[in-house]
Nanobody, 124 residues
Framework: QVQLVESGGGLVTAGVSLRLSCTAS????????MGWFRQAPGKEREFVTA????????LYADAVKGRFTASRDNAKNTVYLQMNSLKPEDTAVYYC?????????????????WGQGTQVTVAS
């Protein structure tokens, strides 16, 4: 089973871009689909995006579609979340997670390994 470590969060102003990274330990990274989720204060954790094992398929929540892009580099055991045109409502702790399911699952329950999260704060 992989272990995941996120990085790249921070405090930014609205409209700018930020890229999150999630690096996995172990040799089986390409055997996992990857997802990004976020949790804002007082709210439930929600799906942001998922990317398939090979990276050729991805799915986005409506709130981030057209602004966020997921990608992965299996040679580097890393998945990325490029976030453009950030809004204050994007403020949350962002988590990457790994799933053994094929495709691009959106359900939290299908993800078996989670990172510790990285805080993204977008000031207006």
């Amino acid at each position: 089973q992989v272990q995941l470590v996120e990085s790249g969060g921070g405090l930014v102003t609205a409209g700018v871009s930020l890229r999150l990274s999630c690096t996995a330990s172990g040799r089986t990274f390409s055997g996992y689909g990857m997802g990004w989720f976020r949790q804002a204060p007082g709210k439930e954790r929600e799906f942001v995006t998922a990317i398939s094992r090979s990276g050729d398929n991805s799915l986005y929540a409506d709130a981030v579609k057209g602004r966020f892009t997921a990608s992965r580099d299996n040679a580097k055991n890393t998945v990325y979340l490029q976030m453009n045109s950030l809004k204050p409502e994007d403020t949350a702790v962002y988590y990457c997670a790994a799933t053994k399911e094929y495709g691009v699952p959106t359900s939290i329950s299908l993800y078996v390994t989670w990172g510790q999260g990285t805080q993204v704060t977008v000031a207006s």
